[in-house]
Every structure is written in C-alpha cells, then in structure tokens.
C-alpha cells in the first residue's frame, strides 16, 4: 500500500496529454464480447479498470494482447461463465457483462456491481431495458440472473437519464431480433464512442448522442479496430489543477466541445482559456471570482468533475455554491479538505464555500476517485507537505498521475505505508 506525497505551492507550466477516456474503456471493452472476431481498442488508459476489465475478459476465455495502450480482444472462445463474486464487485461498470453476455449468450450471470460509493448506484433502469427486450431478471445473494430464450426489440422508455443504463440496453439489443428504440437516451460522448464501436463491428445504432436511439439488431457482429476517444474528465482534471495552481498550462488530446460547461465556468471564475482543436490552454485569473455550479446530464457540468472544482473554489473570493442534483452524497471530500484549513459547509446536495482561503498540507484520505483528484489538486495548491492515501481509488481512472505532474513541474511522489499507517488506515 502507498500514499501520495505532495509538496504544494509552486506554479505548475507546461504541457500534459490526455489519456483515453475511463467511462468509454470500461464500456468498450466488455463490447468485444459481442464479436465473433478480433477487436482492438487503441489509446486505451494505463487504468487499474482496464486491468481488472482485461483479466475479466480472459476468466470468460477471451484471448487478450495488452501493450502500449492498445488492446485486442479475440472473444471467438469466450463462454458465458458465471460471476457472481470477485472481479466483478471491483468496478461499476463490470454491469456492463450483463448486456453484452445477455446480447451474445442469452444468459449471464454477473454479481452486483462496485465503483465508486456516491450514495445508493441503482441498476433499476438497465434491468427495465433487458426485461423489455425478453430477458428474465432475478437477484439472488447479489448476483443478478439473465437470461433470455431470445431477444426482441422492444421501445424502452428510461425513467431517468442514465448512461450505464443507455450503454447496457444498447449492448443487448445489438443481437435482439427487429428494433429497439431507447427513448430518453443519455447524451454522453462515451455513448456515441460505444456505439461507433458498435457501428463499426457491423451493428445498426442510429442516434447515439441524441434522445432517442434507434438499433435494428443484427445476426452476428465481427471484429475491427476502434480508437477510444480522449478522457473528458481527465482533461477537466488538469484544466482545474491548471487554474487553482498553474502558470499556464496547455492540455493536450482534448475535445473542447466535450467540455463546454467546464470551459465557461473557468471564465466565468476569471481563468483566461484560449482552445484550438486538440488543446486547451489554462491561464490564471488575475482575481478569482465566486461561482456557483450545479451538475447535470450531459452537456451540463458533469459530476465527475464538481470533486475538482471544489478545491479550485477555495480560492476564490466570496461564497461559491457546488449542487451535485445526480449524487447528492458525493461530498466525501469535503472532510478532508476541510483538514487542509478549508471552509466549507454541506447542506443537502450542496457545499457552500467560503474563500479565499490558503490551504495547507495535511495527510488527507481519497475516499473515492474524484475526491482523490480534488485532494491532489488541494495538495498542489497548498503550503507543505500533503499525504494522500486511498490511492487504489486514484489509480482506478488516471493513467501515469504522477509523471503526467512531474511533467509540469511538480514535485510529487509515492511512498510505501509504514506497517503503522497500514494499521491506522484499517482501523480509520
Ligand atoms: C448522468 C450522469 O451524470 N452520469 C454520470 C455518472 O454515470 P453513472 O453511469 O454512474 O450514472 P448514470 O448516468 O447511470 O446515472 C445517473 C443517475 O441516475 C440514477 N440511476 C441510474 C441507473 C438506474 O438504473 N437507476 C437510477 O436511478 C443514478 O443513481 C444517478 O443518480 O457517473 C459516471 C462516472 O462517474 C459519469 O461518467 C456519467 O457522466
Ligand atoms: C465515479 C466514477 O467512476 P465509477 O462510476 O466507475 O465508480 C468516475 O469516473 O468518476
């Protein structure tokens, strides 16, 4: 076990390159199930998701070649083997095997899945999709239970917007019989990067992207090669660090219509940004403005993202308001922040912050992944020295954190636990 060692408080410059998107590799890789050939995904994260995704693809008798960010899946030998415990409980998005085992085999086991704990995750809505496609859902002793004689295409109506719910009905109804039409459709660009994936490996999706999804399943689906589109929220990670402690920092291999409602709120904050195709560059503000931000479905400010800007809003003057209206209870970080001499306050789904404020180093705890990317970007902003621990959260969505830092100048480090911290880490 390590921890993350900061020393905060000098400028960061320079330029860092976007990695693969996280919440796209966890949904494309379990897609190669539904081939019948080969698929590589290029530019995929140096993850622990991806890891844990690669080895699951192997227990099911997939081959796998992994190297330089690229990975073929050849899913020819691939069996519906149950998993109702183990790798599964690691990640969320391992309920992405329902849809594509239900797609192919007509039957899956798989157990509830893990992720991050940002309050009650339901999979009510994936469950809605596959019963509408003909599935028989039970859970028993947390493992959910499908299977279908066959699948029929089915008009499925989602009562909330819910990316994995979108990702997992689109994943079965590629091989159901006749048309599914997913109304009320997350708008997401891992959405439309899945279905490209989809398109390409000879499905039928139409209106990936929009609200309403049309898919005229297919008899069988073959292999191709797929570039992974660049990680969002790790791009909005650096843009964020760039403008609570950067001197100008460029943001290479980024889509900056992916992150719009980002962009406008680091202007509005007073951050000089100035984007060109695949860069964005992050300037420091002369005075730094309270904002308040509430996070929405896509296009609006994405939640994965309202962990950062927290830290960010430290220093900003006056009162800033964070409303988080898709997981209210993700505001684990505030504690930990708090430790750093920071002064907010959570009342509901919000946290209200008061600054300016300078932060000072403290040894502080990643409860989950995003709370570990506010920690780290606290870490820079702050005097001293700052220990994070809960790293196994960090390594779940940010590829080569460390070098990506050093790269800019800071001066960041892992350290193994001592057997007491080890201790006092079980016993917290
Ligand atoms: C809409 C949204 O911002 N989604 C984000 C969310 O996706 P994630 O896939 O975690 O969440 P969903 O988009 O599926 O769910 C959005 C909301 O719907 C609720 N829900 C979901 C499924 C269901 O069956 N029943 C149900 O009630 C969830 O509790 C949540 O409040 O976190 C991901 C990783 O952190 C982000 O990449 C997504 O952009
Ligand atoms: C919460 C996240 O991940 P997961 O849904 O995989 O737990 C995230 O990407 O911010």
Redesign the pocket.
Known sequence: MEKLKIAGGYPLKGTVRVSGAK?SAVALIPATILAESPVTIEGLPDISDVHMLKSLMEEIGGSVEFSENEMTVDPSSMISMPLPNGKVKKL?ASYYLMGAMLGRFKKAVIGLPG??H???????????GFEALGASVTNEQGAIYLRADELRGARIYL????????INIMLAAVRAKGRTVIENA?K?P?IIDVATLLSNMGAKIKGAGTDVIRIDGVDSLHGCRHTIIPDR?EAGTYMILAAAAGNGITIDNVIPEHIESLIAKLKEIGVQIETSDEQVFVGPAEVYKAVDIK????P?F???LQQPFTSLLTRAQGSSVVTDT??GARFKHIDELRRMNANIKVEGRSAIINGPIQLQGAKVKASD??AGAALVIAGLMAEGITEVTGLEHIDRGYSHLVEKLNGLGATVWREELTKEEQEQLKNA
């Open positions: 919440n969320r992720g991050c940002l309050g009650p995750r339901p999979i009510d809505q994936h469950i809605k009562d909330v917007v819910s990316v994995g719910a979108t997350a997401e891992e929220i996070t929405l479905v896509y609006g994405p939640t994965d898709i997981y992944l995003r």
